[in-house]
């Protein structure tokens, strides 16, 4: 019966079979390792330069940029943590994986990367958060923390056994989980390990060993800390992801302050948020290096992809936020760091747009596979090599659906091109899991990142811009045609 089920899936996703690919020289497969986090921006990579680069330390995640290629524009198709997984494993969009929101399992049944990779000769392996719903398929040992997890003595459930408590920190027992797996595996098989760190997802718990770090610091704000909303949408004005006005006590580690202006507020809420966040990233840094020790010791550094990227990006502070969901650079822009010395020249940036659903095709393009036809995404080991195709993308499309649900978001769809981002916030909600049923005012957004990198002006309406908006539509519905995404508001 497995026999059929693999020969059946084969056929579904057009895999070539092994025999009747060309008679040439096998080239050895590297080894992948997958590290992710959940909700890491990329302002808190030193690596990024950005207004915390002076206090976001993490000389191990750098350590990966100093080996390989840091992107810039590297880009989620939905800003939210279950859809942005199915997307990477699928390299398909939500509307064609039918992960839309954060209620949406991930069909056992669907074929997926570590399928495809395990077709392949791969030994497979996952660890940490998952938040799919449905148990893992596809890697040969997995241990998925429940839903989201905690950080203190958190729990986790491995394949084949019961939900097991551990003493410790969460990302420490992730990485320590990790690395056990390495040790055992078959050593005469390439792997494909998924290492997902859990932090530093919200409530922002650090490591007991980090508790006290930034103590006595005041940290940088971002220019947008105290944005009023004035010359942005509705949509932009009424969602409920304010730091301190929408944070609660389990936040702040204290009530709320009372007898403070709104940007009293802010500005003292922002410190405990940062330094909380911040501090959770450290032990993630500290785990990524054990990781690379590992490989360095053991020899296998010259033979393995490491990325290391998140879910999405995250409002660190930027416009008074926190969280994710909207397609705003800040959180629809990920981390992405790819270190692989064959192949990948070392200290690089790359500044050309790739999403999560081209991760998929690039590790199988880098096993000696073919992504199926099924898959929407685009190797971009071309990119990672120093070549741009002349054909490359330069405008990708976007859809967030859980429509005011969780921070009070509008469900919205948009495009993304090298200069400008249209949104559109359509108002109708489409009976999503977790969603509300209430229909809000339909609105349209237009940043010039080039004149307003910062996004702090919607030009939708400014006459200067008329041909831009036509144009912008024109591709955004071209780019809607072209995924398949017919589901209209």
């Not at 524009?73 to 990477?88: D, E, K, Q």
């Not at 839309?100 to 495809?116: E, F, K, Q, S, W």
């Not at 064959?342 to 880098?366: E, Q, R, W």
């Amino acid at each position: 019966m497995r026999t059929m089920f693999w020969a059946a899936l084969a056929l579904l996703w057009t895999i070539p079979p092994l025999h009747a690919q060309p008679a040439q020289p096998k080239k050895k497969q590297p080894n992948i390792l997958f590290i992710m986090s959940d909700d890491h921006a990329s302002a808190a990579i030193s690596a990024y330069g950005s207004f915390l680069a002076k206090y976001a330390n993490t000389p191990n995640i750098d350590r990966i940029a100093k080996g390989g290629m840091r992107f810039k524009n590297a880009l989620v198709t939905n800003s939210i943590c279950t859809p942005s997984r199915a997307a990477i494993l699928t390299g398909q969009y939500s509307h064609r994986n039918g992960v839309y929101t954060l209620g949406d399992a991930l069909d056992p049944n669907r074929v997926h990367l570590a399928h495809l990779l395990k077709a392949l000769g791969y030994q497979t392996g996952l660890v940490g958060k998952w938040h799919l719903h449905s148990d893992p398929t596809g890697f040969d040992w997995w241990s998925i923390l429940p839903g989201q997890g905690v950080y203190l003595k958190p729990k986790l459930r491995a394949k084949g056994e019961k939900l097991k408590e551990f003493d410790g920190y969460s990302e420490d027992v992730i990485a320590t989980q990790s690395l056990d797996w390495l040790g055992q595996r078959d050593k005469a098989k390439p792997f494909f390990l998924c290492c997902h760190f859990k932090a530093p997802h919200r409530p922002w718990d650090p490591a007991p060993r980090f508790q006290d770090l930034y103590k006595n610091e005041k940290l940088p704000e971002p220019p947008t800390l105290l944005d009023d909303y004035k010359n942005r949408s509705k949509a932009a004005a009424n969602a409920t992801l304010v730091i301190g006005e929408h944070m609660t006590a389990r936040d702040l580690g204290q009530p709320v302050p009372k007898n403070m202006t709104t940007h009293e507020l802010r500005k003292f809420a922002y410190q405990i948020y940062m330094k909380n966040y911040l501090r959770c990233i450290a032990a993630v840094d500290e785990n990524v290096g054990r990781l690379l020790d590992y490989l360095d010791k053991e020899g296998l550094t010259e033979d393995t992809i490491v990325v290391y990227t998140s879910d999405q990006g995250f409002f660190l502070g930027e416009h008074g936020y926190y969280d994710k969901r909207f397609m705003y650079e800040e959180c629809l822009t990920t981390p992405l760091i790819v270190r692989y010395p064959p192949v990948v020249p070392a200290s690089k940036v790359n500044t050309d747009m790739v999403t999560n659903i081209d991760h998929a095709p690039t590790f199988l393009d880098f096993a000696g596979g073919k992504a199926p036809d099924e898959m929407q995404g685009r190797s971009y080991r071309s990119l990672l090599e120093g070549k741009t195709p002349g054909d490359w993308r330069k405008s990708m499309y976007y859809r967030y659906y859980m429509h005011l649900a969780d921070h009070g978001v509008p469900a919205h769809y948009g495009v993304r091109t090298e200069r400008y981002t249209l949104i559109h916030f359509y108002g109708q909600p489409l009976g999503m899991k977790g969603a509300v049923n209430k229909p809000t005012e339909s609105e349209w957004e237009l940043f010039d990142r080039q004149q307003d990198p910062q996004q702090m002006r919607n030009v939708v309406s400014d006459a200067q811009y008329a041909q831009t908006v036509r144009e912008l539509k024109a591709e955004l519905e071209r780019l809607r045609r072209e995924v398949g995404d017919d589901r209209n508001p």
